[in-house]
């Protein structure tokens, strides 16, 4: 089966540090892959999508890598911030189903 | 005002009962997903519609049944709830397909007694 896994259940940082958040997938490689931020409460949102064929890709402080031969996608945010404390999930569509990964809680403390 | 919305926010049934969940978009997107969401499970989708009239399974559909008559509606029926559905349901739009950027909504909290 299709599955994607994020190694860490939670993630302790310090204020001004990258955060590192890893996502490995199964099988097939996916075109794309996303991640997502989810605070308490809310619905996941959109952060960055990365395709099979860009190593990295940026956005202000963040910044999503992809391996296909590791199948892996790493997710950085860096001089984090304690609001950057949340859940980050990563998805990937596999034969018309999304596929998210169960998240990454981030604590960022000052 | 713009954006997804979801109704009720929480709910709680008795096993057996028929329940609703309301989701509503006024971007117009093409795209709406139902989602669940379960300690140690992550988001698992429940149905999909790429169009009005045009819906497909995802990775957990059974117990659910969906339907959508306009584009901007897509709700989620729980035809004889089960505890097992207790859970949070999300509702989601896209422009393009699956595996696109999805725009969720705030969720429904569900709980079956």
């Known amino acids: 089966s299709q599955k994607i896994e994020q190694n860490s259940e939670a993630l302790n940082i310090q204020e001004g540090k990258t955060a590192t958040l890893t996502c490995n997938y199964t099988?097939?490689?996916?075109?794309?892959l996303q991640w997502y931020r989810q605070d308490p409460g809310r619905g996941p949102v959109f952060l960055l999508l990365i395709r099979e064929n860009e190593k990295e890709k940026r956005k202000e402080r963040l910044k999503v890598t992809f391996d296909t031969t590791l199948k892996q996608s790493l997710f950085h945010i860096t001089a984090s911030q304690p609001a950057d404390s949340a859940t980050y999930l990563c998805a990937r569509e596999y034969n018309n189903d999304m596929r998210f990964g169960a998240g990454t809680r981030l604590t960022v403390k000052p | 005002d713009a954006g997804i919305t979801q109704s009720p926010r929480y709910k709680i049934t008795e096993t057996g009962r028929q329940v609703t969940l309301m989701c509503h978009q006024t971007?117009?997107?093409?795209?709406m997903f139902w989602y669940r969401q379960d300690l140690g499970h992550g988001l698992r989708l429940i149905y999909y519609s790429a169009a009005a009239d045009i819906t497909d399974k995802g990775e957990v559909p059974d117990g659910y049944v969906v339907s959508r008559s306009k584009t901007e509606n897509f709700p989620l029926t729980l035809e004889s709830a089960t505890r097992s559905q207790t859970s949070v349901y999300f509702c989601a739009s896209g422009v393009a397909g699956v595996g696109d950027t999805q725009y969720f909504g705030p969720g429904t909290r569900l709980t079956v007694l």
């Open positions: 971007w117009s997107h093409s795209y």
């Open positions: 099988n097939y490689s996916p075109a794309y």
